[in-house]
Structure formats: C-alpha cells, structure tokens
C-alpha cells in the first residue's frame, strides 16, 4: 500500500508545480495555442480560396469568351450558307431540333428581303479587312438593283442597304434605280403600316439623299401622333420598341429635336433588360431593342448605360437561341434561331442572323461568353 500512496503523492505534487509554474512559462503555454487557432484560420481561408479558383476556372472552361467581332465571323459562316453565287440568297432554314436536319427554304416572292443580310457582309467586310465579304455583298446589290426592273419590291424590302451604298458612293445608281422606285408609294402608306413595315428610316434616308421635304413632313406627322400617348402601356411594350427605333429615332436623326430622343430615353430609361427579356415572343423584337439602343450609345449622354443593356441583351441571345458546337440547338453550324421558344421546330433567316451580325460588329470589341449558363 505505501508505493501506492507514494504515487498518489507525486502525482499532487506534480499538479501543484502545474499550477504554481511561472508566468513566463504560461506565456509560451498561450502563445502556442494561439499559433494552432491562426493555423487553423490560415488552412480554412486557403480552402475557401482553392474552391473559389476551382469555380472561377470551371466557370472559364465551360463558358469560353469570344469577342463580337468573332461572332460575326462565325455568323457570317452560316450566312454563307444561304448566299448563290448569282448573288441571291435563300430565305433560310426550317429545322427540325430532334433530327439536327434542317431544309432550305426558297426567298418569298412577296416579300424578297435580304437587304439585312447584303448590309451584314458590308459592314463585316470593313471591320475584319475581309473582302470576300464586300465582294458578296456587291454582287447581292447588283441582284437586288437588276430585280427592282422587273419587282419594285426587291427595291422597297431591301432599302437598308440600298441607302447605305448610296451615302457611302454617292453612286447614283442607287438612289435612282434602288431608292426612287418605291419612294411615291411610301408617302401614301397608312402611319400603321409605316410603323409596322419599318418605313420611319425609309422616309428619313429619302429626305437625306433628295431634301424632299414631303418624306419629312410625312415621317414628323406619325411621330407626332404617337408623341400624342406617348410612352405605352406596358401591353404595348413591344409596340413601344417598334415606335422607338423605326419611329423617333429617324425623327431626331433628320430634326435633331430632343424631344424624339427623350422619348426613346424615357422608354429605354425604365428598360429593365433582366425583367423584359421574356415579352420578346419572337426574337426580332430583342434586335430592334438592341439596334435602337446602340443607337442611344451614341447620341445620348447617357450612351454608355444603353450600351449596357444592349451587351445583356446580346448575351442573352447567344445563350438562348445560338446555335454552336458548344451549346448545340439543332447541328451547331453557327446560326441563330429566330424564336425562344421551346419546341421541336426551329427557323433560322437569312434576313435575322444578317442584322445580328451589324449589331456584333457594332459590338465588335465587346467580350461575350459561350454555352449555357452555369448555376
């Protein structure tokens, strides 16, 4: 039993050298558990930033960046595609998602509009240095001028691109044989019809060239009209993007009266591009909205916030309706859809993939993601 009670007595006498030892001796007891409480901190925050490099560099993979410039380019590839090598184009693609098969469909008689795509190689042509794209775009204006002979429609649906060759050459060939045909015609449609038919820029390009001032008069009269109830319910939002860009627009383009242009900026000003996205239906309606506020980007001292909204809108037509070998709607070939909407049978124009190409090459510069979204 006293070996026993000889332990038991070490053992007091250990712990009360424990609680009687010096307090530099404590000091270091501290400072050591205080090193391991940083070292953990340090191995948690290394963590946290290991998995915050992970997710940024999953991100980067899977959603590689391309510049507007390139997806004109590639754009530009499926347009060809469509164009003949007399210069005329078919109307586009009807596809079928399920198969990838996807038919040609010939270019309407009725409404022969290609001049979105003429006027899309032309000013690709200028901002790549490729000119086998002004070379394309110079044998579709010589189609167009020699059907307007025999069709005055060729020269009234294709009239973007007709103007533009013609301020750009002052060739007049292009005022006389593409723009004058159909111009006495414009001036009797109804305001309905010239906001519908997109005829405000016809009427504003026919005054520039000529200092008629009927195609003024007439183009002020519908803005005026629709100054009158101006902006639109939000039913009429759609309605409101038409009036904006084929409308008030031109209007101060030809007046510059500031009160088309604040029209347009009240509209765009309460444009909430993450909320609205979805009233676009048919996606024509989302490219009107970006042409229209590029436009402001340029003319309005708010430029640089509509530039914004109109990347957003971009951005979210490449995600949803761009067909490409990373983020495939029917085969990946480069073309867009022309509608959000979720079913088997997909259109892809010749007329809405030639505008989104001017809209990227006005964007050239602008860096844009790829594929799907990742949550």
Not at 92 to 110: I, N, Y
Not at 201 to 221: E, F
Not at 294 to 313: C, F, P, R
Not at 349 to 369: P, Q, T
């Amino acid at each position: 039993m006293e070996p026993q009670a000889d332990n038991n007595l070490q053992s007091n006498v250990e712990f009360r050298n424990l609680d009687t030892q010096s307090p530099g001796h404590q000091t270091v007891i501290s400072k050591q558990g205080n090193n391991k409480f940083l070292l953990i901190i340090l191995l948690i925050l290394v963590a946290i930033s290991l998995s915050l490099s992970f997710l940024i560099l999953r991100k980067d993979v899977a959603q590689p960046k391309i510049t507007g410039l390139e997806v004109a380019l590639k754009t530009a590839s499926f347009l060809d595609k469509t164009f003949k090598l007399d210069g005329s184009f078919v109307s586009g693609f009807s596809c079928t998602k399920s198969s990838g098969e996807c038919v040609s469909v010939p270019l309407s008689v009725e409404q022969p509009h290609i001049g979105q795509a003429v006027y899309g190689y032309y000013i690709l042509a200028e901002a790549s240095g490729n000119q086998s794209f002004r070379e394309k775009a110079d044998l579709a204006m010589t189609y167009i001028l020699d059907n307007c002979e025999k069709d005055i429609r060729f020269c009234e649906w294709n009239f973007f691109p007709l103007a533009q060759y013609y301020f750009d050459t002052h060739d007049e060939k292009y005022l006389q044989q593409g723009m004058l045909p159909p111009a006495e015609k414009l001036l009797t449609l109804s305001s309905t019809t010239i906001i519908e038919a997109n005829v405000g820029h016809k009427l504003a390009s026919l005054y520039q060239a000529t200092g008629d001032v009927r195609y003024k008069d007439r183009l002020i009269a519908v803005a005026e009209d629709e100054l009158k109830n101006w902006p639109g319910d939000e039913d009429k939002f759609l309605h409101s993007i038409q009036i904006s860009w084929s409308i008030f627009l031109p209007s101060y383009n030809i007046t510059k009266d500031p009160k088309y242009l604040n029209a347009v900026e009240v509209f765009f000003g309460s444009f909430n591009t993450s909320e609205n996205l979805h009233k676009f239906g048919a996606a024509d309606s989302a490219v009107r909205a970006v042409d229209a506020l590029l436009s402001l980007s340029l003319i309005s001292e708010n430029g640089a916030m509509y530039k914004t909204q109109a990347h957003t809108v971009l951005q979210d037509l490449l995600y949803n309706i761009w067909d490409t070998p990373q983020n495939i709607k029917v085969n990946g070939d480069y073309g867009f859809l022309n509608n959000f909407r979720e079913t088997d049978k997909a259109v892809k124009s010749v007329l809405f993939n030639g505008w989104l190409i001017k809209l990227f090459v006005l964007m050239k510069d602008e860096v844009f993601l790829v594929g799907p979204v990742i949550k």
